[in-house]
């Protein structure tokens, strides 16, 4: 039962989650934030580049790490899903549970 309450960042996490584990809401929301500027840079260069000339390839998006065995950038091209919602905070264990944890 106090296993779930165990840190995002600590070791169990990291192992039973990878570097999964390590990525805050803040971390996916930069990430977000820099494909969508890189997106807008690359549609920018299109429009304006001549119409003989190459244009330019689409950027990569940031990678992320990998959520349930599958990668989380599977999207092709610039564009991404919806950033990730927030996990609700956890339960905090009663004193009850706590001092039959610790008897």
């Known amino acids: 039962m106090l296993v779930k309450h165990l840190p995002r960042e600590g070791a169990v996490a990291r192992e039973l989650h990878g570097e999964a584990a390590e990525w805050s809401v803040g971390d996916h929301l930069l990430a977000a934030a820099v494909d969508h500027l890189a997106a807008a840079n690359w549609m920018f260069a299109c429009v304006n580049t ?30 991404q899903g919806p950033a990730p919602q927030p996990e609700p905070e956890p339960e905090q264990p009663t004193a009850t549970e706590l001092a039959g944890f610790f008897s």
């Open 50 to 79: 001549a119409e003989d000339a190459e244009q330019p390839a689409p950027p990569e998006p940031v990678p992320r790490p990998e959520q349930g065995g599958v990668p989380a950038d599977v999207t092709p091209g610039p564009r």
